[in-house]
């Protein structure tokens, strides 16, 4: 590619992430500083929070916002008659993904695991979303992967153009969007300072974007990628290296040989979210807990005068039970010590002052409004559905 093509593409790339910030309320939150976490080193560790922090102003926004406007944006440009849009996914993006297709009155179907929060299916029905919960038989099968390529089965073998599916694990504009945004909030605010990012692993769009990019413009930052254990509690993240059958195609944009992945269990997430929130203010939800617990993992490996990201993928929103429930059960299977007891108790205080499950779901509501609340299937009642749906005029 000639050096001038090249700048004409990154001119014309940039043009549209800036549009992108402006049409889809996408201008980033400040990155924060968390005061008083290192007091051996002399390390600054930063938080960037794709949420807004409880205030409500915005209850949903997640970082999954940015593909799926662009993604949805893409295939609305390129198929505008399309009646059904169909997605894999644990919640977020699907999430995101409704409020583009209330606007461009589509029906979604979201095809969600079985362990995905009550709350979560909650909140997307009442955007509007249609949810397919597979089974916990059906899932067991073929843990994580059986969703997504249920969804392309299906597909494909419908064969119209009436169906489309907004594939989150298999589109370049995944990580792209966070080439145009995501790492480029990063950079404008570092420039050269920053030394490393650590990064939750779901799609693994995120991952792939910031990898990419500072690969090219800052190689010498470390991004560390942080997934669970291949058994875990952890909504919106996944196992995806190691003794695992698939890994999402976009991950294999960057070099998988020289990537650096932590694997953090549900005790060390739940304890550190806890302590993120009693400690030092910062509130997210799980995979916020699992990336901060990565970063305690690895400081002994820092040098004096790191400057560390952690990324904040969403917020507790729709985690607020199940968090409640996650931690009790770690209580009660006594895997906390008496000092991480006092911390957990005082985070689960700080949940149950959290408005309820009810005046959440009326907040989305007045918010998004929503032309009407989304229905919940199983995968044969959606199958039996499908042709019905498509002959609607």
């Known amino acids: 590619m000639s050096k001038v093509f090249s700048a004409i593409s990154l001119q014309m790339f940039n043009r549209f992430a800036e549009n992108l910030v402006q049409y889809r309320g996408l201008k980033p939150y400040p990155i924060e500083e968390i005061k008083g976490f290192s007091v051996e080193k002399d390390l600054h560790v930063f938080i960037k929070r794709e949420h807004d922090n409880i205030e409500g102003t915005d209850p949903i926004r997640s970082i999954k916002r940015k593909p799926a406007s662009i993604m949805g944006l893409f295939v609305e440009e390129v198929n505008p008659y399309s009646k059904v849009w169909i997605s894999a ?67 494909n073998r419908l064969n119209s153009t009436d169906v489309l599916n907004i594939d989150q694990y298999n589109s370049i504009l995944n990580p792209l969007s966070h080439v145009l945004l995501t790492a480029k909030e990063i950079d404008e605010k570092f420039e050269n300072d920053l030394t490393h990012i650590f990064v939750p692993l779901g799609s693994t769009g995120t991952f792939a974007g910031i990898c990419e990019y500072f690969s090219r413009f800052r190689p010498k930052v470390k991004i560390i990628g942080v997934q669970p254990t291949m058994e875990h509690h952890i909504p919106g993240v996944h196992y995806v290296m190691g003794d695992c059958k698939w890994s999402p195609e976009i991950f294999g944009l960057p070099d998988k040989r020289s990537l650096k992945i932590l694997t953090i269990d549900d005790k060390s997430a739940y304890l550190a979210l806890s302590e993120l929130e009693v400690k030092y203010g910062v509130h997210g939800g799980p995979s916020s807990g699992m990336v901060f617990a990565a970063l305690k993992k690895e400081l002994n490996t820092m040098e004096d005068g790191s400057n560390i990201l952690v990324l904040s993928a969403d917020s507790s929103w729709d985690y607020v039970e199940w968090n409640r429930a996650i931690l009790t059960k770690l209580k009660n299977e006594s895997v906390f010590s008496e000092e991480d007891d006092v911390l957990v108790e005082k985070y689960m205080g700080l949940l149950q002052r959290r408005e309820d499950a009810s005046r959440r779901v009326l907040k989305v509501k007045n918010t998004y409004k929503p032309p009407k609340k989304g229905q919940l299937y199983s995968l044969e009642e959606f199958e039996d559905l499908l042709p019905n749906l498509l002959n609607k005029t």
Do not use: H, M
Request: charged share 25%; proline share 6%.
């Open 89 to 155: 996914s644990s919640g977020n993006f699907v999430e995101e993904l409704g409020i583009l297709a209330n606007e461009a009155g589509k029906d979604l179907f979201a095809v969600v695991p079985p362990r995905t929060p009550s709350q979560k299916i909650e909140t997307l029905r009442n955007l509007g979303i249609n949810i397919v919960k597979v089974s916990e038989e059906e899932y067991d099968l073929c843990p994580r992967e059986f969703t997504v390529f249920w969804v392309r089965a299906l597909v």
